[in-house]
């Protein structure tokens, strides 16, 4: 099985402030890697898939890269909708979620 | 749009089956899935429905958990029988996309809860 680990769990920033976070895989997973942004109470929501894309309708802010078993989300400047928990999850090999990024106020 | 339903309390050992309507698309075009999420965890894959008919399950349901459609109702099934206090979690369905950049999930419900407690 693929583990897929983020890091940090919880991160505390502030509104315009540039947030990373990193999601490793246990095996190379190419670029087939997704990120959803979790609400809460609220379903997960689709941000970027193949590690780059981001999903239409999603702000610009978001961005993802890396490949084969490193790979970041970033949000170039933290926006008041942007507190939530983040998953990543690779697809390559059926389906597995990272623990989560839950990113709160500073 | 995804609409679940069909969660509750149930004892262990009991049996539930989750429905998801689908509107604005359809069910027979698409592959879909189930993904869980207990109290205050993570998200964990359950099984998926290829359009095509082929399915697969998660180690932690397989024998347990039958994932089906019907495509004149345009809904996805979950039927979960032999149920434990661990399957007591947020269940919801997603629609798997098309886009041709592999099988992520494009759009998600908003779940239904189920309870396995005596």
């Known amino acids: 099985d693929i583990q897929m680990t983020q890091s940090p769990s919880t991160l505390s920033a502030s509104v315009g402030d540039r947030v990373t976070i990193t999601c490793r895989a246990s095996?190379?997973?190419?670029?087939?890697l997704a990120w959803y942004q979790q609400i809460p109470g609220e379903a997960p929501k689709l941000l970027i898939y193949k590690a780059s894309t981001l999903e239409t309708g999603v702000p610009s802010r978001f961005s993802g890269s890396g490949s084969g078993t490193e790979f970041t989300l970033t949000i170039s400047s933290l926006q008041p909708d942007d507190f939530a928990t983040y998953y990543c999850q690779q697809y390559n090999t059926y389906w597995t979620f990272g623990q989560g990024t839950k990113v709160e106020m500073k | 749009q995804l609409v679940e339903s069909g969660g509750g309390l149930v004892h262990p050992g009991g049996s539930l089956r989750l429905s998801c309507a689908a509107s604005g698309f359809t069910v027979s075009n698409n592959y879909m899935t189930w993904v869980r999420q207990a109290p205050g965890k993570g998200l964990e894959w359950v099984s998926i429905l290829y359009s095509g008919g082929d399915t697969y399950y998660a180690d932690s349901v397989k024998g347990r958990f039958t994932i089906s459609k019907d495509n004149s109702k345009n809904t996805l099934y979950l039927q979960m029988s032999s149920l434990r206090a661990e399957d007591t979690a947020v269940y919801y369905c997603?629609?798997?996309?098309?886009?041709?950049?592999?099988?992520?999930?494009?759009?998600w419900g908003q779940g239904t809860l189920v309870t396995v407690s005596s």
């Open positions: 095996q190379s997973i190419s670029s087939w």
């Open positions: 997603a629609r798997g996309s098309l886009a041709g950049s592999g099988n992520y999930f494009d759009f």
